[in-house]
């Protein structure tokens, strides 16, 4: 009897990621890193104002895994002083601070001597989901190396493939998150408590996006019906705006590749929603998406996509009214282009090659969220590069320790 309770009690613990059976799946370790909440072991004294935090819920996402263009990944805000890169420089080529510039560019697999160019590159951005990140403490002078999970809100400086780069409040260097992100344990602990509004369906791990990015498009996280399309290596100084609250048709993707779709729905700014646990080959041939061709969605909303050889059943994500506060969900945006090599913002609308027959999903659009703005007629944002964007679908929750 007691073998008999015990076999089902060990695959249990395997199930929580506590203990393995039959090759059962371990959930990895990552600590929490909270908005406004120093490092204990900074490269940067936080003190002299590197850079400052917001207060951002985190956005829904559909899926774990996110490229570095994909709509609604990151914000902006009209703030000049998200991120002081100019003063960081003058820390990181100090001949004083030499040892950590070492191990601050061993991190990013440069030189010392190249770090002056290697931020002339980065952008700054904000956060809108809690993500992971390989993050970087300065100890007994060596870069420390660990995974964390940054709370929404928080400023970093990204790479023109949309990789996260460095922590503005200490200039800790960060690399990507390369464990599974739906296996995690969050550890909450040393002044970083669980922050409102946590919510294990919302982490997100960043990919790099495919191609470079000359523009990043990102939403206002302060005025979420404002978009931001800001130059790569620029800190808002030459930002332009846009209106993310205009609807554009989901294009005809049935009969297309999913690389030929994912490009036509994040071009267009829309996020790209598959089912399973990774993002189809790009040669897999879409049957459906949901909503299905027509439907009028606003920037950074998902369109669901099936292809051959999966089970239909996808759900599409609507993100919330963008005319709501900071402190409620915002709606996704940040995009990218129509040329692989440049990006200047979505071009929003009908894709205008022509597309096969329609096989496409007849399932009902993605609802709209309360108190909405009306459909606009304004004319659509244009953008010069198409990139393309591969949202994750998510999978058994995280476990959390406090």
């Known amino acids: 009897m007691l073998r008999g309770i015990a076999a089902p009690l060990v695959c249990f613990l395997a199930v929580s990621g506590l203990a393995g059976c039959g090759g059962g799946v371990h959930a990895l370790a990552v600590q929490a890193a909270a908005a406004g909440v120093p490092s204990l072991a900074p490269f940067f004294d936080e003190k002299q104002g590197l850079g400052q935090d917001a207060s951002v819920r985190s956005a829904p996402v559909r899926g774990s895994l996110q490229q570095g263009d994909t709509p609604g990944l990151y914000g902006g805000t009209r ?20 040892r950590k510039a070492v191990a601050w560019s061993g991190v990013l697999g440069i030189g010392p001597d190249r770090i002056p160019g290697y ?14 990140v390989r993050n970087h403490d300065y ?28 922590k503005c409040s200490c200039g800790n260097p960060l690399r990507p998150f390369k464990g599974d992100a739906d296996r995690i344990s969050v550890r909450f602990a040393d002044g970083n408590k669980k922050w409102s509004g946590y919510r294990a369906s919302s982490v997100v791990a960043v990919r790099p996006a495919p191609t470079t990015m000359e523009r990043l498009v990102l939403v206002d996280v302060g005025d979420p019906g404002r978009g931001i399309r800001r130059p790569v290596g620029t800190a808002g100084r030459s930002d332009a705006d846009f209106d993310t ?9 049935a ?34 998406s949901d909503p299905p061709a027509g ?7 998902y369109v669901t996509v099936s292809v051959a050889g999966t089970t239909d059943g996808a759900v599409t994500s609507t993100p919330p009214d963008p005319t709501a506060s900071t402190s409620s969900t915002t709606p996704t945006g940040s995009t990218s282009p129509t040329d692989p090599a440049t990006s200047s ?14 096989t496409a999903s007849t399932s009902p659009s993605a609802s709209s969220p309360g108190s909405e703005p009306p459909p ?19 999978g058994p929750p995280a476990t959390v320790e406090t």
């Open 345 to 358: 913002g979505p071009t929003l609308g009908p894709p205008t090659s022509t597309a096969p027959p329609s």
């Open 295 to 301: 439907t009028g969605l606003r920037f950074g909303e």
């Open 376 to 394: 606009t007629t304004s004319a659509p944002i244009t953008s010069s590069a198409p990139l393309t964007a591969t949202p994750g679908t998510a």
């Open 255 to 288: 009969g297309r590749t999913f690389g030929e779709a994912r490009q036509l729905l994040v071009s267009g700014g829309l996020a790209v929603g598959y089912d399973g646990s990774a993002p189809p080959s790009d040669d897999a041939r879409v049957i459906a």
């Open 119 to 132: 931020l002339d590159r980065l952008t700054p951005v904000v956060l809108r989901h809690d993500t992971l």
């Open 139 to 166: 100890k007994k002078g060596k870069a420390t190396p660990y995974d964390s999970l940054l709370q929404s809100g928080i400023a970093i400086l990204v790479d023109a493939r949309g990789e996260p780069a460095a």
């Open 79 to 98: 703030k000049p002083t998200v991120c002081d890169v100019a003063r960081l420089k003058r820390f990181l080529t100090d001949p004083a601070n030499r």
């Open 245 to 253: 609250r205009t609807r554009h048709a989901v294009p005809e993707l």
